[in-house]
């Protein structure tokens, strides 16, 4: 699977059934060779604008299943939020 088609997915979260967004960018530990976390940037709006207050930071251990339209984790959000 490319880059580009996980960041079509929406990613959802089991324990809330909240969409988290979409996959923005990955993190990769170069040791290992393996994806360590999925990095999701919160919807926003002020004015008309859109921004990014927050980033979810996903390890790669919550994520459950990967299927054809969406992404299933299973987080706590107050853990994984990550503020630019």
């Known amino acids: 699977m490319l880059l580009c088609e ?3 997915k929406d990613v959802i ?3 809330t059934a ?3 967004g979409r996959v923005m960018d990955l993190e990769f ?3 290992k060779g393996c994806i360590c976390t999925l ?3 919160s919807p926003g709006k002020v004015f008309g ?3 990014h207050e927050c980033e979810y930071w996903i ?7 990967i299927g054809r339209d969406m992404i ?3 987080v706590n959000e107050k853990e994984i939020i990550h503020r630019p």
């Open 29 to 31: 530990d170069e040791k």
């Open 18 to 20: 909240k969409c988290l």
């Open 39 to 41: 990095i999701v940037p």
């Open 72 to 74: 299933l984790v299973d």
């Open 49 to 51: 604008f859109f921004f």
């Open 59 to 65: 390890p790669w251990r919550c994520v459950l299943k």
């Open 13 to 15: 979260n089991i324990g």
């Open 6 to 8: 996980l960041q079509t």
